[in-house]
């Protein structure tokens, strides 16, 4: 099931010290080897079997979240940029790295509380609305 309880942090600036001697290139590796790490953990997923499961994953995760008008009208943005009205492609595409660290924070609220905060949902809306210019 879903993990409200993991924190995202493959996009946090601590990830890196000032002192590190690494280029932009060895950040950007790392930070994806992070975010597939988040991902993993987030949606419970083992190695074994990877994300061989990722659209019966998907397909729970959105039953949990078809009552929240908000998500569903991200996920429907989200969908949009790629010409498609499906709003499980769109939480699939919120679930991208762009996304996931923002997503990942409505969720948890809304799986724990059946609410999101105007703040968080907002923040989200704005990053689709600036990832489509």
Same mark, same amino acid.
């Given at each position: 099931? %879903?993990? $409200?309880?993991? /924190?995202?942090? %493959? @996009?946090?600036?601590?990830? #890196?010290?000032? $002192? *590190? /001697?690494?280029? *932009?290139? !060895?950040?950007?590796?790392?930070? &994806?080897?992070?975010? =597939?790490?988040?991902?993993? &953990?987030?949606?419970?997923? *083992?190695?074994?079997? +990877?994300?061989?499961? #990722?659209?019966?994953?998907?397909?729970?995760?959105?039953?949990?979240?078809? @009552? =929240?008008? !908000?998500?569903? !009208?991200?996920?429907?943005?989200?969908?949009?940029?790629?010409?498609?009205?499906?709003? !499980?492609? +769109?939480?699939?595409?919120? #679930?991208?790295? *762009?996304?996931? #660290?923002?997503? @990942? $924070?409505?969720?948890? /609220?809304?799986?724990? $509380?059946?609410?999101? +905060?105007? +703040?968080?949902?907002?923040?989200?809306?704005?990053?689709?609305?600036?990832?489509?210019?």
């Amino acid at each position: 099931m %879903y993990n $409200t309880k993991y /924190e995202c942090r %493959y @996009h946090k600036d601590n990830v #890196f010290l000032d $002192t *590190d /001697e690494v280029t *932009d290139n !060895e950040k950007d590796y790392i930070r &994806n080897i992070l975010y =597939s790490e988040d991902l993993s &953990n987030i949606l419970n997923i *083992d190695d074994t079997y +990877g994300f061989d499961n #990722f659209d019966a994953i998907i397909s729970d995760i959105y039953k949990q979240l078809m @009552h =929240s008008n !908000e998500l569903r !009208e991200c996920m429907r943005q989200a969908a949009a940029t790629i010409i498609s009205e499906n709003e !499980e492609v +769109g939480l699939c595409l919120l #679930f991208s790295y *762009d996304f996931l #660290f923002i997503t @990942h $924070t409505c969720i948890c /609220e809304y799986l724990e $509380t059946s609410e999101i +905060g105007n +703040g968080k949902i907002q923040l989200l809306k704005n990053k689709i609305n600036n990832n489509n210019k």
